[in-house]
């Protein structure tokens, strides 16, 4: 399978214009024979918990169809971050749009301390099962969790992918992190962030992938949308920022 990490510049706030970022991204890395897309934490929205209120929505909004009816025509997984609205409040979550399914919604079970004001932990799963592919996804600050890796490897997983919204110095932290899982359980690790502002800072981008080995071999740059693409069979990867 080949994996790719699209690492965005939200316009804060603005639904649609995002969305449509999306799709040309999506479109970029369909062209590079991508078979899953991951983009960063709320990405849909920009990082910005004090709206999150009222930005957020239910995975089967109807803004979403163009997203599902990609996935349907070419066989892909796309992973977007949204505030969803769940019963107990809103939620930081990741919907997972694959082929003639209902979409999966996997949200933020360990939420950092400033996170708490803002949003409620939210339903999740270990493990998502793609094609032959067991991936787990993870929401920025579960990386510093340790039994949250450790329940995806209990679970199976064959990769571990996650979605951030961090600062410069908040990468530098969790690409640490992100190579001590990928040499602990020997399984490929990969991080997709954001650039540009974001809440009280600014995202730091360097996009990154770690082979089982906890080697990195492949980052983008830390103030330049892109791609990043990993194939899990062969190990290549291509990298594509913009100008």
Sequence with gaps: MKLCLAQTRPAKGDLARNAAAHLRLIGRAMSHGAEAVFFPELSL????????????????????????????AHGLLIGLGLPTRQAAGVCISLLLFQPHQPVHTY??????????????????????????????????YELSVPEHAET????????????????????????????????????????????????????????????????LVGQLPANREGLLLYDLGTGEVISTASP
Aim: hydrophobic letters at 40%; one cysteine or more.
């Design 152 to 215: 995806a490897h209990r679970a199976g997983a064959q990769v571990y992918v996650a979605s951030v919204a961090k600062s410069a110095s908040g990468v530098e932290t969790a690409l640490d992190r992100l190579s001590d899982i990928a040499r602990t359980y020997a399984l490929p690790t990969l991080m997709v962030n954001a650039v540009g502002p974001s809440d009280d800072f600014v995202s730091g981008g360097r996009s990154s992938v770690f082979n089982a080995a906890g080697e």
């Design 45 to 72: 929205t920009g990082y910005e918990p004090s709206l999150a209120e009222s930005l957020a929505t239910h995975p089967n909004d109807p803004r979403f169809a163009p997203f599902q009816q990609l996935s349907d």
């Design 107 to 140: 949200s933020k079970g360990h939420l950092h301390a400033d996170e708490e004001p803002f949003f409620v932990s939210g339903p999740n799963f270990p493990v998502l099962h793609v094609r032959a592919t067991c991936l787990a996804p993870a929401i920025c």
